[in-house]
């Protein structure tokens, strides 16, 4: 049975740092694509970021790029989004998702592109 747990959500000031972890079991994720999305209250559910299970090959959305870096410990079979200079509007639930699709493209940016999904975790920014 695969699982998603998401950690490492918190109250935190803005222009601060938090670092979300993502634990993943229940089967091989070599050969996927781990992404991380975030939903603001009334809002849509949005892309962050997405890497390979590798390591390599990460893409941003604009909102968070230069500020939040996506990377992932295979020893620890672990996914991370370093997030830095945080601003209220990061303010969401934060989740972790999983695809088979390891090869990423634009339709990496799409949650129904995702067949495995955290239950997520708060991230608030306070001005």
């Known amino acids: 049975q695969v699982q998603l747990v998401e950690s490492g959500g918190g109250l935190v000031q803005a222009g601060g740092s938090l670092r979300l972890s993502c634990a993943a079991s229940?089967?091989?994720?070599?050969?996927?694509?781990m992404g991380w999305f975030r939903q603001a209250p009334g809002k849509e559910r949005e892309f962050v970021a997405v890497?390979?299970?590798?390591?390599?090959?990460?893409y941003y959305a604009d909102s968070v790029k230069g500020r939040f870096t996506i990377s992932t410990d295979n020893a620890k079979n672990t996914v991370y989004l370093q997030m830095n200079s945080l601003k209220p509007e990061d303010t969401a639930v934060y989740y972790c998702?999983?695809?088979?699709?390891?090869?990423?493209?634009?339709?990496?940016?799409?949650?129904?592109?995702?067949?495995?999904w955290g239950q997520g975790t708060q991230v608030t920014v306070s001005s």
């Open positions: 998702a999983a695809t088979p699709r390891y090869y990423i493209g634009s339709y990496s940016y799409r949650s129904d592109n995702y067949n495995y």
């Open positions: 229940g089967r091989a994720f070599s050969t996927y694509a």
């Open positions: 890497i390979r299970w590798s390591g390599s090959n990460t």
